[in-house]
């Protein structure tokens, strides 16, 4: 049960000597280990596939890979956490239908196959404890470790942007959701301590060390995840290329909304619908807000920080509609709670996690707060999980055999 705490924020410590002696008793070889992280993102939603910019961080909670060559040609798939074998042929990695987590590493095979890597039998464990459909990206974990210990096993070399790319692929076609480049990106790229600004267009990035002073990073999960987010995912993408499409018309050079302002949108407010109007207004000022946001950072400011997560969170409740009643009710209450400087929802939206700043000598009295007031309101149990920053995806050093073995 990997979202079990055991104290406030914290999970069970994870050990990697776990997946791998779990290699050993199933397949009698050493594995290689990758490890690869979920991600937050502090500024930016709904921008990345607009072409725009994000603030996101690789998290200390990981996707584990166990892999190795098989013996045989029959390649196997196990995944620890549900318990389930799935026997593929790596040359012809179709898509299944159960079970559904084999589709996040099917695809990534396919691509590797597609592109003409000579991919062989392999088997290899899956493990980890991103909490899963919290909007902490443990899908782009997922595919991003196995496609990085599917490279690194075969000794291919191919460059981790394109890695982001082919998991990427994997979730758009093997999995059916249309994600942008942020959660693959950062599972893949993260860097300890530090947070990055990603412009969405270019792939072009710039790491910052972030220094949160007396805030802690906590995480609170509303535990529930509504059954609107796919489709209301797909309406919006498609509400932004609407909305691109009628400036376009004015403005011939437009390729996305990062490319318009909010005073060309009021020049052509007539033509928009009001919805179209108030999602296209909403990732115009949010893309402003991710740069003015490191602005802050650059600067020390944590207030005005802290002020513009309030705002985006604002945004996505009224303008964009992506919110719910349990991401607002826990916005509204770290609002109230006084030691925080900035909350808001985190991810695509209808459930996951609110990210808040929170006073590090306040965290524990936070999370019982919110806790007890959500129990109380929603009915529920919330989780909530305090964050450091982490590397992005890499091989685990070999572990030392242990001597009796
Ligand atoms: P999120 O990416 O926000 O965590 P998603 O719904 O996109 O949520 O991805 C969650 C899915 O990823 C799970 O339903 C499962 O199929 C797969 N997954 C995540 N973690 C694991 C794991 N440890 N083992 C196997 N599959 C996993
Ligand atoms: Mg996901």
């Known amino acids: ?21 779990k290699f050993l008793e199933r397949y009698k070889t050493e594995p290689l280990l990758v490890r690869s992280p979920g991600r937050i993102n502090f500024i930016g ?37 549900h318990d389930e074998t799935l026997e593929f042929d790596v040359q012809h990695p179709e898509k299944v239908t159960f079970p559904a987590w084999a589709n996040y590493l099917l695809g990534v095979v396919r691509q590797f196959v597609d592109k003409g890597y000579d991919v062989k039998p392999i088997h290899a464990i899956i493990d980890g404890n991103v ?14 470790g196995f496609a990085f210990a599917l490279d690194h096993l075969h000794g291919f070399g191919i460059p981790k942007l394109d890695l982001i790319h082919i998991a990427q692929w994997s979730e758009h076609n093997y999995v059916g959701v249309k994600c942008g480049i942020m959660d693959q990106f950062s599972s893949m790229m993260g860097a300890a301590g530090k947070a990055f600004v990603l412009d969405c267009r270019s792939l072009t990035y710039e790491y910052f060390p972030l ?46 909304l990062r490319d318009v302002t909010l005073e060309m949108i009021e020049a052509h407010r007539e033509e928009f619908s009001p919805k179209e109007y108030d999602r296209c207004t909403y990732v115009v000022a949010e893309n402003q807000r ?81 806790s007890s007031a959500y129990r109380k309101n929603i009915h529920r149990d919330m989780h909530a999980y305090v964050v450091a920053l982490k590397d992005g995806t890499s091989v685990i050093p070999a572990i030392a055999k242990p001597s009796l073995l």
């Open 211 to 256: 220094n949160l002073k007396d805030y802690a990073i906590v995480l609170c999960d509303t535990m529930v995840k509504h059954s609107l987010a796919n489709s209301a995912y797909n309406t919006r993408r498609a509400e932004c290329e609407k909305g691109v499409s009628i400036l376009k018309a004015h403005y011939p050079t437009i390729q996305s």
């Open 131 to 144: 909490p899963t459909g919290a909007g902490l990206s443990s899908s782009a974990a997922l595919e991003c």
């Open 290 to 370: 991710v740069l003015l946001a490191a602005d802050d950072l650059a600067k020390g400011n944590l207030a005005s920080f802290g002020q513009r997560m309030y705002e985006t969170h604002d945004g996505l409740s009224r303008l964009y509609e992506v919110s719910c009643l349990e991401l607002d009710f826990l916005v509204d209450e770290a609002k109230k709670f006084g030691g925080v400087i900035g909350a808001r929802m985190m991810g695509g939206g209808f459930g996951g996690c609110t990210i808040n700043l929170v006073q590090k000598s306040r965290v524990n009295e936070f999370i019982e707060t919110l």
């Open 1 to 21: 049960q990997p979202n079990v705490l055991t104290q406030k924020g914290s999970l069970p410590e994870f050990q990697p000597s776990e997946i791998r002696n």
């Open 45 to 81: 939603e709904h921008t990345d596939y607009n072409e725009g910019f994000v603030m996101p961080a690789a998290i200390d909670r990981d996707i584990l890979v166990a892999i190795g060559a098989s013996a045989d040609s029959r390649s196997t798939l196990y995944s620890v956490k």
